[in-house]
């Protein structure tokens, strides 16, 4: 526990808007973990898989109505309307704090209150800040428990310090009407309601570690993104690292954790997970850019990982994880989701809890943003660097988004500021992640659209200061499409481990070792510098991938002009004069 008197007045202040029966501290411990797991297995919240074959791992069903994030009920709360800008929701601080009282009122009645002490980055990184989650869900403890650094050495490292982020979390009735996930950037205070799914309650992810983070990271001079962080070993044994934002389920966990082609791993190439979801970027004392994973495990999604696909991620999930809304096999306690393999249960539960035969049914057997939270040390690849206070050096940082046309399989951008451009006009089809409709192409700057916690105005500036600041050291920007599509709708690029072929590329590139073609948009490969080696594509194929339409892209510039309009006078003018730049070239 804590003497911390700003932990204790809020904890005391928030005890008495909820009213819970008891109180307990989370202290990180495994005995303690593994009672609540226990409790959690008692009243039906946790299914206690085959512990021969998944020892530790355990199943939760969340309500059908509360299985992805919530962006149209996610509302950042900055006294200025104009600061949360046009990309956010904004509720006035005051009248936000009032409804969400008014609805967390009493609501801890007849339930505990589990007090959580986390540390996002390793505990005592320069890079590390600490929160506090109140939550009235077990599945939150053991969640965050696995995502995060929790126990006692967290209130060691904040002592009587005032910088933390407070989390209040409700689960209230789960009432989709009632449910809102606010962020009060200035107060630094998070409070989620009536949900108890994922992004919406595990604070310390989404709404702390982007959310509010990205806002300190304005102020304070540093950056959070929501990207993946990779070591890439070539035969000699050096590493390079790059930072790669994509949105949600578009493919961060499984470039994450890639395995090399056949080739290269005859080489000697290797792979090393950093992180798979989010980056904390500062500049070191050496003038480069420094990232750390403020997480301490992997959420991962669980559809299509599989053997081929991401044997790492299946690996990671085998021990000590918790699986959310995937499919249960009653035979064997096992756990099944699509696209794991071709044997699905006969004698199965489907997520929503209703017997499920996945050998005749034609509906889903897990829902198709099922999860698996899955602790980081599992991962046969994670990095040494890992755990490591001042992160890893990044030589490259990738956008990319899942596009059928239009954008090619890679290019380079034309300087850290043309590749600032690159980022803000990153286009992707929406995805299960989000509730609403999937498969809408929407414009999704740097993969921050649901997750940046100011005017994205704002938001862009701050990266074209950050470049300033870097200089010549500054990474090289680049953006990927693996999702390019044929006319029977296939993806024409394998993608996954043979996704390292473009690595390899971009990483040549930062070392002014490969050659490029200039488009319009930016440097392309010359097709030849890809290397097909043991793979089935033409380098016909690759050039249709490779290839950059003026026609595509001159309606491109339009609708970027269009989607620019958004920002008003809060666009930076080094943003408008790339613009002009691209619609120059084009003509
Ligand atoms: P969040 O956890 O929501 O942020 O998602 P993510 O970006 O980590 O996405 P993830 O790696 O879990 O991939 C999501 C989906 O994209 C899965 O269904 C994958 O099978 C698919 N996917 C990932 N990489 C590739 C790829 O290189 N090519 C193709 N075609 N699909 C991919
Ligand atoms: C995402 O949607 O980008 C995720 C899952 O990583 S969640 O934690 O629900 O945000
Ligand atoms: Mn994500």
């Given at each position: 526990?804590?003497?911390?008197?700003?932990?204790?007045?809020?904890?005391?202040?928030?005890?008495?808007?909820?009213?819970?029966?008891?109180?307990?501290?989370?202290?990180?411990?495994?005995?303690?973990?593994?009672?609540?797991?226990?409790?959690?297995?008692?009243?039906?919240?946790?299914?206690?898989?085959?512990?021969?074959?998944?020892?530790?791992?355990?199943?939760?069903?969340?309500?059908?109505?509360?299985?992805?994030?919530?962006?149209?009920?996610?509302?950042?709360?900055?006294?200025?309307?104009?600061?949360?800008?046009?990309?956010?929701?904004?509720?006035?601080?005051?009248?936000?704090?009032?409804?969400?009282?008014?609805?967390?009122?009493?609501?801890?009645?007849?339930?505990?209150?589990?007090?959580?002490?986390?540390?996002?980055?390793?505990?005592?990184?320069?890079?590390?800040?600490?929160?506090?989650?109140?939550?009235?869900?077990?599945?939150?403890?053991?969640?965050?428990?696995?995502?995060?650094?929790?126990?006692?050495?967290?209130?060691?490292?904040?002592?009587?310090?005032?910088?933390?982020?407070?989390?209040?979390?409700?689960?209230?009735?789960?009432?989709?009407?009632?449910?809102?996930?606010?962020?009060?950037?200035?107060?630094?205070?998070?409070?989620?309601?009536?949900?108890?799914?994922?992004?919406?309650?595990?604070?310390?992810?989404?709404?702390?570690?982007?959310?509010?983070?990205?806002?300190?990271?304005?102020?304070?001079?540093?950056?959070?993104?929501?990207?993946?962080?990779?070591?890439?070993?070539?035969?000699?044994?050096?590493?390079?690292?790059?930072?790669?934002?994509?949105?949600?389920?578009?493919?961060?966990?499984?470039?994450?954790?890639?395995?090399?082609?056949?080739?290269?791993?005859?080489?000697?190439?290797?792979?090393?997970?950093?992180?798979?979801?989010?980056?904390?970027?500062?500049?070191?004392?050496?003038?480069?850019?420094?990232?750390?994973?403020?997480?301490?495990?992997?959420?991962?999604?669980?559809?299509?990982?599989?053997?081929?696909?991401?044997?790492?991620?299946?690996?990671?999930?085998?021990?000590?994880?918790?699986?959310?809304?995937?499919?249960?096999?009653?035979?064997?306690?096992?756990?099944?989701?699509?696209?794991?393999?071709?044997?699905?249960?006969?004698?199965?539960?489907?997520?929503?809890?209703?017997?499920?035969?996945?050998?005749?049914?034609?509906?889903?057997?897990?829902?198709?943003?099922?999860?698996?939270?899955?602790?980081?040390?599992?991962?046969?690849?994670?990095?040494?660097?890992?755990?490591?206070?001042?992160?890893?050096?990044?030589?490259?940082?990738?956008?990319?988004?899942?596009?059928?046309?239009?954008?090619?399989?890679?290019?380079?951008?034309?300087?850290?500021?043309?590749?600032?451009?690159?980022?803000?006009?990153?286009?992707?089809?929406?995805?299960?992640?989000?509730?609403?409709?999937?498969?809408?192409?929407?414009?999704?700057?740097?993969?921050?659209?649901?997750?940046?916690?100011?005017?994205?105005?704002?938001?862009?500036?701050?990266?074209?200061?950050?470049?300033?600041?870097?200089?010549?050291?500054?990474?090289?920007?680049?953006?990927?499409?693996?999702?390019?599509?044929?006319?029977?709708?296939?993806?024409?690029?394998?993608?996954?481990?043979?996704?390292?072929?473009?690595?390899?590329?971009?990483?040549?590139?930062?070392?002014?070792?490969?050659?490029?073609?200039?488009?319009?948009?930016?440097?392309?490969?010359?097709?030849?510098?890809?290397?097909?080696?043991?793979l089935d594509l033409t380098l016909d194929t690759l050039k249709s991938i490779l290839y950059v339409d003026k026609d595509e892209w001159t309606k491109e510039a339009a609708d970027i002009e269009e989607f620019y309009k958004k920002f008003g006078d809060?666009?930076?003018?080094?943003?408008?004069?790339?613009?002009?730049?691209?619609?120059?070239?084009?003509?």
């Amino acid at each position: 526990m804590t003497q911390n008197k700003s932990v204790l007045e809020w904890i005391g202040k928030m005890k008495e808007l909820v009213c819970p029966d008891n109180v307990v501290w989370i202290d990180g411990s495994e005995s303690q973990l593994e009672s609540l797991r226990e409790e959690a297995c008692k009243t039906g919240e946790f299914i206690k898989l085959n512990q021969e074959k998944l020892p530790n791992c355990y199943l939760h069903r969340t309500a059908v109505n509360d299985v992805a994030r919530v962006e149209g009920r996610t509302f950042i709360c900055s006294r200025k309307e104009e600061d949360a800008g046009p990309t956010n929701h904004w509720m006035e601080p005051q009248q936000a704090y009032k409804m969400l009282y008014d609805i967390a009122r009493g609501s801890y009645k007849g339930r505990t209150m589990y007090v959580i002490p986390y540390s996002m980055g390793p505990i005592g990184s320069p890079f590390a800040k600490i929160g506090v989650e109140l939550t009235d869900s077990i599945y939150v403890v053991l969640n965050m428990s696995i995502m995060t650094r929790v126990g006692e050495k967290v209130w060691d490292v904040l002592g009587d310090s005032n910088d933390w982020v407070r989390g209040l979390h409700c689960k209230c009735d789960v009432d989709p009407e009632k449910r809102y996930i606010c962020h009060f950037p200035e107060d630094n205070t998070i409070i989620s309601v009536n949900s108890a799914y994922g992004g919406n309650v595990l604070l310390g992810k989404k709404c702390f570690a982007l959310r509010i983070a990205s806002y300190l990271g304005k102020n304070e001079g540093w950056m959070a993104e929501h990207m993946l962080i990779l070591g890439i070993e070539n035969p000699k044994g050096e590493v390079k690292y790059v930072a790669a934002a994509f949105p949600s389920a578009c493919g961060k966990t499984n470039l994450a954790m890639l395995i090399p082609p056949e080739v290269y791993r005859k080489k000697g190439y290797k792979v090393w997970t950093v992180g798979d979801d989010i980056a904390w970027m500062r500049i070191g004392p050496d003038g480069r850019l420094w990232a750390i994973n403020p997480e301490n495990g992997f959420f991962g999604v669980a559809p299509g990982t599989n053997e081929k696909s991401n044997p790492n991620a299946l690996r990671t999930t085998q021990s000590g994880t918790i699986f959310t809304n995937v499919a249960y096999n009653k035979d064997d306690g096992t756990v099944w989701w699509e696209g794991l393999d071709h044997n699905p249960p006969k004698n199965g539960i489907d997520w929503t809890g209703k017997p499920w035969d996945g050998t005749t049914s034609t509906e889903k057997g897990a829902h198709p943003n099922s999860r698996f939270t899955a602790p980081a040390k599992n991962c046969p690849c994670i990095s040494p660097e890992f755990d490591s206070p001042n992160g890893v050096p990044i030589s490259a940082i990738i956008f990319g988004g899942r596009r059928a046309h239009t954008t090619p399989l890679v290019y380079q951008s034309r300087s850290w500021n043309n590749g600032v451009f690159v980022g803000s006009i990153m286009a992707s089809e929406t995805t299960a992640a989000a509730t609403g409709a999937v498969g809408v192409l929407r414009r999704d700057p740097m993969a921050m659209l649901p997750f940046c916690g100011y005017n994205m105005g704002d938001y862009f500036a701050h990266w074209i200061e950050m470049g300033e600041k870097l200089g010549d050291k500054a990474p090289k920007i680049f953006n990927v499409n693996w999702f390019r599509v044929d006319e029977n709708g296939k993806f024409i690029w394998p993608g996954f481990g043979d996704n390292l072929r473009v690595l390899e590329w971009i990483l040549n590139r930062c070392e002014g070792k490969a050659d490029a073609v200039e488009t319009p948009i930016g440097y392309v490969p010359k097709a030849e510098d890809i290397n097909l080696e043991g793979l089935d594509l033409t380098l016909d194929t690759l050039k249709s991938i490779l290839y950059v339409d003026k026609d595509e892209w001159t309606k491109e510039a339009a609708d970027i002009e269009e989607f620019y309009k958004k920002f008003g006078d809060k666009l930076p003018k080094e943003l408008r004069a790339e613009l002009e730049g691209l619609k120059a070239r084009l003509k």
